[in-house]
Nanobody
Framework: QVELVESGGGLVQLGGSLTLSCTGS????????VGWFRQAPGKDRELVASITYIGRGTDYADSVKGRFTISRDVVNNTVNLQMNSLKPEDTAVYYC???????????????WGQGTQVTVSS
């Protein structure tokens, strides 16, 4: 069982930057792959970025490629999402998830953080 806590959300203007952090409660957190998801009002939750448990492999949704960077700090049990060139359509609640890569794709397990709101104003 791993508990996840997100932080770093907030209000930012068009073109601004934010860094979200996801901290895992257990020493075994580094054995999980991690995904960052987001959910905007009235829309389904979508995967925006994921990273392997070693941290050498990353994947991004097309909508954020070149703007978002996912990374992990094994020593501090943290996975960060650096978000640059933010757009109003990035506005959503962002969630981190601990899961695994299966069949070459990130698959979420049932470990979710509480979410952090990101709002991008135009």
């Amino acid at each position: 069982q791993v508990e996840l806590v997100e932080s770093g959300g907030g209000l930012v203007q068009l073109g601004g930057s934010l860094t979200l952090s996801c901290t895992g409660s257990e020493a075994t957190f580094h054995t999980y792959a991690v995904g960052w998801f987001r959910q905007a009002p009235g829309k389904d939750r979508e995967l925006v970025a994921s990273i392997t448990y070693i941290g050498r492999g990353t994947d991004y949704a097309d909508s954020v490629k070149g703007r978002f960077t996912i990374s992990r700090d094994v020593v501090n049990n943290t996975v960060n999402l650096q978000m640059n060139s933010l757009k109003p359509e990035d506005t959503a609640v962002y969630y981190c998830n601990a899961g695994a890569y299966r069949g070459g794709r990130y698959q979420p397990d049932n470990y979710w953080g509480q979410g952090t709101q990101v709002t991008v104003s135009s």
